[in-house]
């Protein structure tokens, strides 16, 4: 029984010793203070180079000459050309419609009679004036007879005048029963029919020209600065110096690409939407491919203003509107500021305060703190910085 209770006051002096052996032999605590980890950063290295400003719009195709015929004479239509339907098209001087032109026929033979008429009447008073002349200065012919004589051969003379001119009229009546083509051009919509008759002034149907189209481009008025145009611009812009307008558009299931030139601004700024239009032409005789159907939504691209020594970056990459911030070679943090031309969409475009190399951050940082240390990561392409 003794040996029994032995074994644990034993084997409890053994580990005290054990402990007392650890204890005394024990390294001593040194402090440490743990390595901060600098926080990574996406960065981009910034290369000034010219460029070519843009200003984006968008708006509807419409001609850009457009009328309605309209006969100068009435009558029955005895003839329509095939092509004046919805749709059709036709060449310039080309007859379209023809009205009976018999009234127009008989209004001519009877203004040419009167014109024989007069000009014989004015021939016999030229004769008898000239008589009258010759006696009134032999003292033969008192003066009233020879006032008459006078009078006699003016009317006759404006008779002549009045019978020749109402011929021409008569003349010019027949030649508008036939109606002719003012341009090359499409027709929008026509309201008339063989058999029908027309009066005039009244219009039959409603053309425009094949030659050019143009689209108006609402602008907000502060864009109107990166566009190349004088701003005490009168009338169209020189075609040879006028900004490039590229236009695209999903036709017929292709995405389609049509350029022109800004012809002109408008005078006005709109009091609803309080933009700026300004109008795009595009020229369709001669060009390669399908021209944009009238009444097509585009989207336009216009050709702005160009700027040297510009860093394009990311819009992420401005803080405080005229800010970012800038990795130096010791790969600390700094805020620097910068020159904005232009923020636009998702881009920012800074023409001052960076230099060819600089690293600017694009990646958000929730507490900026000037000196801080971080790990510059630049693009994929690139590959990450050795801190």
Known sequence: MKAKAAVPILLLAAA???????????????????????????????????????????????????????????????????????????????????????????AVRRAEAALSRTDAENEHAQFEYARAEDLYSREL????????????????????????????????????????????????????????????????????????????????????????????????????????????????????????????????IDPNSRMVYAVATIRTDGHKGVPPPVGLFVQAEIEGIAAENVVVLPRSALRDDSRVLVVDSENRLHFRSVGVLRVYRDEVFIDAGLERGDRVVVSPIQTVVNGMRVQPLLPESEGPEEG
């Open 141 to 268: 012919m008192s003066r009233a007879d020879f006032q008459a004589a006078v009078r006699t051969a003016r009317v006759a003379e404006a008779s002549l005048e009045d019978a020749r001119l109402a011929l021409e009229t008569a003349q010019r009546d027949l030649s508008r029963t036939t109606l002719h083509a003012p341009f090359a051009g499409y027709v929008r919509s026509e309201q008339v029919d063989v058999g029908q008759f027309v009066s005039r002034g009244a219009a039959i149907a409603s053309v425009y020209a094949a030659d050019y189209l143009e689209v108006r481009l609402p602008i907000a008025d502060q864009q109107l600065a990166y566009l190349d145009v004088p701003l005490d611009q009168r009338g169209e812009i020189d075609q040879a110096v006028a900004p490039v307008v590229k236009l695209n558009a999903v036709f017929a299931g292709t995405a389609q690409t049509w350029e022109g030139r800004l012809a002109r601004t408008e005078a006005e």
């Open 16 to 106: 005290l010793g054990a402990a007392a052996v650890l204890i005394t032999t024990r390294e001593p605590l040194r402090p440490s203070q743990p390595q901060p980890v600098p926080t990574a950063v996406r960065v981009i290295e910034v290369h000034p180079q010219a460029v070519r400003l843009t200003v984006h719009a968008q708006g509807t195709v419409a001609p850009r000459t457009q009328a309605d015929l309209v006969p100068e004479v009435s009558g029955n239509v005895v003839r329509v050309s095939p092509n004046l339907v919805s749709g059709g098209y036709f060449e310039n001087g080309e007859e379209l419609l023809e009205i009976d032109d018999r009234d127009y026929v008989a």
